[in-house]
Nanobody
Framework: QVELVESGGGLVQAGDSLRLSCTAS????????MGWFRQAPGKEREFLAS????????KYGGSVAGRFVISRDNDRNTLRLRMIRVLPEDTATYFC??????????????????WGRGTQVTVSS
C-alpha cells in the first residue's frame, strides 16, 4: 500500500554535495520510521541512516563517517538524505524504506516493509 519513490541521484564529482529525496504515498510519512540503504554491484545492501516517526531519533551506519544527514518533512511526505564530500566509494544505488519497528531495530533491512526502486549515485574521481 505504501509507495516510495527516490530522486536526486546522478553523476557527480568527488568532493561534491548531493541531496536525495524520497516521496511517500498511500500512508502519511508522519506514521512511518524511515531509512536509507545503498547497494553496489556485488555487495550486500548497506544501512546508511534512519529516523523514527515520533521522536525523530537518528541512527547512522559506520561507513557514513559524519558525511550524511537524514531528515524528514512530514508536511511534504518527503524523506531526505544530504550527502557532503562524496567519494567514489559512495557509488551505489540508494534506496529509501519504511518501517514500523522501534529505533534500535532500524539498522536491519529485514525490518522494513516497503522499499523504493532506488536512485543511482555515481561519483567520479
Amino acid at each position: 500500500q505504501v509507495e516510495l519513490v527516490e530522486s536526486g541521484g546522478g553523476l557527480v564529482q568527488a568532493g561534491d554535495s548531493l541531496r536525495l529525496s524520497c516521496t511517500a504515498s498511500g500512508r502519511p510519512l508522519s506514521e512511518l520510521s524511515m531509512g536509507w540503504f545503498r547497494q553496489a554491484p556485488g555487495k550486500e545492501r548497506e544501512f546508511l541512516a534512519s529516523i523514527t516517526w515520533d521522536t525523530y531519533e537518528r541512527k547512522y551506519g559506520g561507513s557514513v563517517a559524519g558525511r550524511f544527514v537524514i531528515s524528514r518533512d512530514n508536511d511534504r511526505n518527503t524523506l531526505r538524505l544530504r550527502m557532503i564530500r562524496v567519494l567514489p566509494e559512495d557509488t551505489a544505488t540508494y534506496f529509501c524504506a519504511a518501517s514500523v519497528h522501534p529505533n534500535d531495530e532500524l539498522m536491519e533491512a529485514k525490518n522494513y516493509f516497503a522499499w523504493g526502486r532506488g536512485t543511482q549515485v555515481t561519483v567520479s574521481s
